[in-house]
Structures are given as C-alpha cells and as structure tokens.
C-alpha cells in the first residue's frame, strides 16, 4: 500500500482557525518553489520550542496559492524558521486575529 505525500495534492478545502480572545492564526504566503517545506515558528522568548506547518497549495477563489497556515498561537512575537535558520523573527499575533506575512525571497547567488 502506498501513501500520497501530504503536500503532493492540492488543498481546495477549507482551513479552520482555532482564534479567539488570547489566540491568533498566521497565514504565511511563500512562492511556488517553497511548496512541500516546513516552516517552523517558535515564541520570540524560546528558540528551541518550536512546531511546524508544511506549505501547502491551496486553492482559492480559482488561482494557487502557497501557504502555511498556523492557528492557536498565544498573543506575542514570533520567530520564523526554515533550514534550521531564522528567516523572520518579530512577527506579531494578536488574540482574535489572522496576520498574514509574504516569506522573504531567499536569493540564490552563483559561485564565482
């Protein structure tokens, strides 16, 4: 018996958050090349406690789009991984609310 990879479908369902008075949601939009990655996020105040989405292709309104989604997030800021890096720190969720951020292009520079 095979299993599908996660990632490898579309995801034209929709995404639940879980927010309220003391939890957000981020949306993390990233390009195409990012799909199937995991982005981690950790609390700014602990590096090492982190959790993971992987990006997904979702399908929204007819278009693609790739996104990680995180939901539950305790009010604070937050560090963004991926490679076992910190890419983005300083993200702010707010209770109740969905912030949204674009990943940041990682440019590829070739060897001289």
Not at 38 to 47: C, F, K, L, M
Request: charged letters at 25%; glycine letters at 8%.
């Amino acid at each position: 018996m095979t299993h599908e990879h996660y990632a490898a479908r579309r995801h034209p369902e929709f995404v639940v958050l879980e927010i309220g008075d003391d939890f957000g949601a981020l949306i993390v939009h990233t390009e195409a090349d990012m799909h199937g990655i995991e982005i981690e996020i950790s609390p700014a105040s602990d590096d090492a406690s982190r959790t993971h989405k992987e990006v997904l292709e979702r399908v929204s309104g007819g278009r693609s789009a790739h996104t990680a989604v995180f939901d539950r997030l305790p009010t604070g800021a937050y560090t963004l991984w991926a490679d076992d890096m910190a890419r983005v720190r300083g993200v702010q969720i707010e209770g109740g609310r969905i912030a949204e951020l674009n990943w940041p292009v990682m440019r590829r520079t070739a060897a001289a």
